[in-house]
């Protein structure tokens, strides 16, 4: 079962802030964010897991709230090398992960 | 972190032939393999799951005759992409998990362009 983002896409300045959703209709056991610029494979950033917990690296945050089956991806005071194709991935206990569409994000100056 | 290598990183061949990827985990034993394809602008979709030393699970609609996985050690996975066609055009990324799932390791992808 495809995860759902949204947005489809977005468009920031540098220093913006932006938020991707990533939700499901079936049970999460843990939520995986990856970016991918264009040409390149996936990069992970991070993943999380059950217990309703929050991560972050820098200014790029994520949450994660199982009841609701449902992720979101924050990035704070934007730069440039943010930009690229935001996916995330739902694997359950015995299956690997399926991405969602993913989002394109654009960061201009 | 771990590293899982592609090889080749590009391919262009013609309709008809058949092309091998090759896709390696550098510095641990990957228990399972995972090939996706991705074509342009779309996401990444699973065509198969790889255990070493067993036959491959193909996702639905992905011809096992025509992309044959071979998944002979741990540190090795091969997609063979039979007969190819245009259509097959596409760029094919690998991924490798230790004992379970929830950490997967791309590799850096093949594009291959069949003319």
């Known amino acids: 079962q495809q995860p759902v983002q949204s947005p489809q896409a977005v468009i920031l300045r540098e220093g913006e802030d932006a938020v991707i959703n990533c939700s499901s209709s079936k049970a999460l056991y843990s939520v995986h964010w990856y970016r991918q610029k264009h040409g390149e494979a996936p990069v992970f950033l991070m993943i999380?897991?059950?217990?309703?917990e929050q991560k972050g690296h820098e200014k790029i945050s994520a949450s994660f709230n199982e009841k609701k089956q449902q992720s979101s991806l924050y990035l704070t005071a934007s730069q440039l090398s943010y930009s690229g194709t935001y996916f995330c991935g739902t694997p359950n206990k015995d299956t690997p992960l399926v991405f969602g569409k993913g989002t394109r994000l654009s960061v201009i100056a | 972190g771990a590293v899982v290598s592609q090889h080749p990183s590009w391919v262009i061949c013609k309709s008809g032939t058949s092309v091998k990827i090759e896709c390696r985990s550098l510095d641990f034993q990957a228990t399972t393999m995972f090939w996706y394809r991705q074509f342009p602008k779309q996401s990444l979709m699973l065509m198969a799951t790889?255990?070493?030393?067993?036959?491959?699970?193909?996702e639905q609609g992905v011809e096992k005759d025509k992309f044959l996985i071979n998944h002979a050690s741990l540190t090795l996975s091969t997609l063979t992409v039979t007969s190819a066609h245009p259509e097959d055009s596409s760029f094919y990324i690998c991924?490798?998990?230790?004992?379970?799932?929830?950490?997967?390791?791309f590799g850096p992808g093949t594009r291959l362009t069949v003319t």
């Open positions: 991924s490798a998990s230790g004992t379970d799932y929830y950490e997967q390791y």
């Open positions: 999380l897991l059950k217990g309703g």
């Open positions: 790889s255990n070493e030393g067993s036959k491959a699970t193909y």
